[in-house]
């Protein structure tokens, strides 16, 4: 499975893409920063950003697209890039025909340094092990998308698994709800 992760911001946006699957370690095929410029409009900045992640797919040729799920703990106007981004990554991806899954940074966290409170400093040291890398990906956004990658490519299997239970259920449930509207049709 390929994944492209991204790490969404306005400024510096984090693109990485990792390979891997069962049995097999995973394997860095890039790691990068879409950047726009302060000067230009707010949709001119995302428009730059949805023609850099479209070209990335058309280039790595990603199975899915993990994105790292905003949130805002106090003042909600310093986030707001960093949700437009977000937005513009989701868009293109699911255009792009992806799986398309939103982590937080403490669900990357921990899948990755086993700790969902560890710093940028540790994500890095442990995306370098993970990959077998000389340094971390530089800059810390493209670590960070690096690390998204890595997260969804462990828990793909288990987020399927929990799909394809649950898609179960609701047939099950689907065909009791049909017999028990039978059986009332016949007693009627």
Do not use: N
């Amino acid at each position: 499975m390929r994944v492209l992760g991204v790490d969404p911001g306005l400024t510096r946006c984090g693109v990485g893409v990792v390979e891997g699957g069962p049995g097999r370690s995973p394997v860095l095929l890039a790691a990068d920063v879409v950047r726009t410029s302060a000067d230009l409009e707010p949709g001119q900045r995302l428009a730059a950003l949805e023609r850099s992640l479209v070209q990335f797919i058309a280039e790595y040729r990603p199975d899915a697209m993990a994105v790292e799920r905003p949130f805002a703990r106090r003042d909600v106007s310093t986030i707001m890039g960093t949700v437009q981004a977000a937005g513009v990554a989701l868009l293109v991806g699911t255009r792009a025909g992806l799986q398309v899954v939103q982590h937080t940074p403490t669900e990357v966290k921990a899948a990755i340094t086993g700790s969902g409170r560890a710093d940028k400093e540790q994500v890095g040291h442990m995306v370098m092990r993970v990959l077998k890398l000389d340094a971390p990906p530089r800059p810390p956004d493209a670590a960070d998308a690096v690390a998204l990658a890595i997260c969804h490519l462990w828990r793909a299997p288990a987020l399927r698994r929990v799909e394809e239970a649950r898609l179960r259920a609701e047939l099950a449930a689907g065909r009791a709800a049909s017999r028990a509207r039978a059986r009332e049709r016949r007693l009627s």
